[in-house]
């Protein structure tokens, strides 16, 4: 089984940092890209920023500039530094990852989600 745990959430001032952590874990060939999204109450779940397996990261507009996404390959673990935090940041973040399964001679892969941690900035 493969799983995504995603830790670092938490409550912090405005203008204060995170870093979330998001470790993959399980039987499995090789990861693909990974990613951070973001799904406020009442919202639709969206794009924070994704790193390939190469380094190579894309951003949204709103985390250009305060958040970096970064990944170590060999702890199987992406992360997302999160700095200048806004009350607007606040939502449920979670970490995506494309995983490829190797059945005998054949490969697969699909995308795989953790279970999200809270991030809530506030006064």
């Known amino acids: 089984q493969v799983q995504l745990v995603e830790s670092g959430g938490g409550l912090v001032q405005p203008g204060g940092s995170l870093r979330l952590s998001c470790a993959a874990s399980?039987?499995?060939?090789?990861?693909?890209?990974m990613g951070w999204y973001i799904q406020a109450p009442g919202k639709q779940r969206e794009l924070v920023a994704t790193?390939?397996?190469?380094?190579?990261?894309n951003y949204a507009d709103s985390a250009k500039g305060r958040f970096t996404i970064s990944r170590d390959n060999v702890k199987k673990t992406a992360y997302l530094q999160m700095n200048s935090l806004k009350p607007e940041d606040t939502a449920v973040y979670y970490c995506?990852?494309?995983?490829?399964?190797?059945?005998?001679?054949?490969?697969?892969?699909?995308?795989?989600w953790g279970q999200g941690t809270q991030v809530t900035v506030s006064s």
């Open positions: 790193v390939t397996s190469g380094g190579s990261t």
């Open positions: 399980g039987n499995f060939f090789s990861i693909g890209p």
């Open positions: 995506k990852a494309d995983i490829f399964i190797k059945s005998g001679s054949v490969y697969s892969n699909r995308d795989y």
